[in-house]
């Protein structure tokens, strides 16, 4: 089944670190890729017409870090922290305690009615993390059901140490690194650990990717949110694909992720380079510092955007947001932060079928109500998610 869609007054079709913009544009698509661009005027036939009556089309956001897979909320911690609590991560133990409580088909339920959500909003690839199980049946159940509804899976056994091994943090990295990935390996993609105080030093860092490693995971780091530390470093060491958060960063941070930087996004996925994925729900829900964008940027480091929707730090699935957060709170141009919330985390996942309108990758488009993509941070807050198309169905 071909569809063409026609009429497009911009076309974002992510070309390098450039948007790629061209107007009066068309697409066709062949199933559930891309089969055509050019210009309208030269556009073949298809067996389906799209009139998108001068909109801007765009390819459908990467949101390269999600924690989906969870039961209840943290409403009562939010507005403890509007009332000026500090944010330490240690509400993550709350929400294992509900996770681990409810039932595969509640938690199916849940993780589903959020995918919905932001594929409504424009996202057609997401990477859902585990890390509210944080046991054995816990974590391989959470990738499990995320498993159904993305290929971008990644076990985060290590989010926290668990209440039950507080004690001694060693003898819960020794589980992590062995029956727990083992179990969890049949459904994850990805290894990451929230390398951070209060959760995972250097030493158990380094521990936990390596045995991801091993077993063939792809690596992936949380880094330097809540302070100054290892993280980013470490991620740059052992060639993970993405380092996130990016908040407090010294001047060898800033260096290590930029020797790492490709300027180009090649056709296979075969990416190099440690992303810096910067969230700055976390930081509007937190009341923190955001990330220094225009330093990460300035200095030539591939940035990313994503959401890190998660019931307790950020809890909001919309890339939109991001984007508008991302221009405003850390002096990204709307062009850098459109790219980075689709090419930039398509290259976070090494992925080179997504993220980008070119012949051969995936049919995942999105349909602004609006002429530009500069109205997605020129209008914060606004549904402009006219229509979406993922892979080449309309949804």
Known sequence: MSLLVTNIGELVTNSDRRLGLARDMAVVTENDRIAWVGPASRAPAADAVLDVDGAAVLPGFVDSHAHLVF????A??????MAGEPYTGGGIRTTVGATRAASDD?????TTRLVT???RQGTTTVEIKSGYGLNVD???RSLRIASELTSETTFLGAHVVPAEHAGDPWKYVGLVTGPMLAAAKPYAKWIDVFCERGAFDEDQSRTILAAGQA????????????GPGPGVRLAVEMGAASVDHCTHLDDADVDALASTAIDCMCADGGHSSTVATLLPGAEFSTRSPYPDARRLLDANVT?????DCNPGSSYTSSMSFCIALAVREMRMTPAEAVWAATAGGAQALRRGDVGRIAVGARADLIVLDAPSHLHLAYRPGVPLVRSVLHNGVLQ
Do not use: I
């Open 71 to 74: 039961a209840g909320d943290r």
């Open 76 to 81: 009562a911690e939010f507005a403890a922290r």
């Open 106 to 110: 509640d938690l199916r339920r849940a």
């Open 117 to 119: 959500e932001m594929r």
């Open 138 to 140: 816990d974590e391989a």
């Open 215 to 226: 077993a063939g995971l792809g690596l992936r780091v949380h880094g330097n949110q809540l």
């Open 303 to 307: 940035v990313a955007l994503a959401t």
